[in-house]
């Protein structure tokens, strides 16, 4: 199970008017994300990283049944909710709230914000999908209001098959995200500088 643990930077989040939540990847922690922050257009953002129990938000493969990923997803799932709650307490709206995560931690962006649809300031998922070995709709409701959502990944992946990427692309805008997805052939399991360029354009870049 996840304790609340979140490494900060960027502008205090009780004089910022945006925030960021950054979603580290299997194996890698709130410091390692947060060295993404730079490449961005989050200069004036307040920046919160969660930081996994044992560098892992969920043991298995994304692709695994969700309960074979139990507690620990629902744990993490948990833990996004505390701070977006966090945020939000400091009078900074959702619509004031941006997220971005690799790898796990884009597919724990995707799936925490596809239960919680609302108007967000964007999310960026470098490499990832909604989480389960079929996408359960069932768990997913709310309106984005038109949240610009960009995800990029590779084709093929080793993790990450463009079908599920699909899949979250579809469910996406059924709540009515304003989706962007490119698939990037053969780029391997990284994040690209055009993807950071589009996230900048797209997400980050709006006010």
Known sequence: ???????????????????????????????????????????????????????????HSFLMPQEDNEPWLSSAIDVLSATVQDILDTGIPHSGIYFTGFSQGACLTLEFAARHAVKYGGIAAFTGGLIGDHVHRSNYSGDFAGTPVFIGS??????????????????YQDLNAGITVKIYPNMGHTISGDEINIANEKIFGKI
Do not use: C, F
């Open 154 to 171: 590779s084709d093929p992946d080793m993790h990450v098959p463009v079908k599920r990427v699909r899949e979250t692309e579809n469910v």
């Open 1 to 59: 199970m996840h304790t609340k643990r979140i490494i900060t930077s960027g502008t205090p989040l009780k004089q910022a008017s945006r925030a960021l939540v950054l979603v580290h990847g299997r194996g890698g922690s709130a410091d390692d994300i947060l060295t993404l922050a730079p490449l961005l257009a989050v200069g004036d953002y307040a920046l919160l990283a969660p930081q996994a129990n044992g560098n892992s938000w969920y043991p």
